[in-house]
Structures are given as structure tokens and as C-alpha cells.
């Protein structure tokens, strides 16, 4: 098993950045497939990224293509995400999410049986 902390949320004016982290307990890190999917009150989880256990493979939602990038440290058993250029629809709590069974969903929260508690994102227009 494998449990997630993520820390970097906050209250940010639109146009500006926030850098996500994830910390993964357990050694086996780098056999995960992580996600960062996001939540707004009332609406349904979505994904926002995926990466592949060494990084080669970064997978985005549409709204977030070319603002946001999702990088991982299998030494500090860490995952990233970066977001630039946001906006006040970027407003949710985000959540870091982990699996070792990868199908073609990796977009769908069900692939993902691990998640962290979340982190707010404020974008103050």
C-alpha cells in the first residue's frame, strides 16, 4: 500500500502559479502510475494529469494542456504539479491519486485505488 500527502495549495491571483507535491510513503514508489485530479463542491472528480512510473509518459486534460505540467521524483518519492498561467475555473481541491493496475482509463478516478486527502486551490480573479 501507498499513502499520499499532498501539500502547495493555496490563494492565487489568475495569471499566477502554484506548485503542487505529492509525498508517497513506502519504497516501492516507482511502481506506481500517479494522477492529479481535481474536485469542485457539488461536481464530480476530474482528471487534470497522469505520469508513468519513470516519468516518459504525461498524459493531460484538455483545460489544463500547455499551463500545467505533472513531473514525479522516484528518489524523493514525490509527484508534481506545476500550474502557470491560472485561472479562476482552476479554483477546486486537487487531489493526488496512485495505482498500480493501468488500463487505457487512465483519465477514469476508478483506475486509481489510492488518493490523498487533497489540497485547496484558490484563483482570485
Known amino acids: 500500500q501507498v499513502q499520499l500527502v499532498e501539500s502547495g495549495g493555496g490563494l492565487v491571483q489568475a495569471g499566477g502559479s502554484l506548485r503542487l507535491s505529492c509525498a508517497a510513503s513506502?519504497?516501492?514508489?516507482?511502481?506506481?502510475?500517479m494522477g492529479w485530479f481535481r474536485q469542485v463542491s457539488g461536481k464530480e472528480r476530474e482528471f487534470v494529469a497522469a505520469?508513468?512510473?519513470?516519468?516518459?509518459?504525461?498524459y493531460y486534460a484538455d483545460f489544463v494542456k500547455g499551463r500545467f505540467i505533472i513531473s514525479r521524483d522516484n528518489a524523493e518519492n514525490t509527484v508534481y504539479l506545476q500550474m502557470n498561467s491560472l485561472k479562476p475555473e482552476d479554483t477546486a481541491a486537487y487531489y493526488c491519486?496512485?495505482?498500480?493496475?493501468?488500463?487505457?482509463?487512465?483519465?477514469?478516478?476508478?483506475?486509481?485505488?489510492?488518493w490523498g486527502q487533497g489540497t485547496q486551490v484558490t484563483v482570485s480573479s
Open positions: 505520469i508513468s512510473w519513470s516519468g516518459g509518459g504525461r
Open positions: 513506502g519504497r516501492t514508489f516507482s511502481s506506481y502510475f
Open positions: 491519486a496512485a495505482t498500480t493496475r493501468v488500463t487505457d482509463a487512465i483519465r477514469n478516478r476508478s483506475m486509481y485505488g489510492y
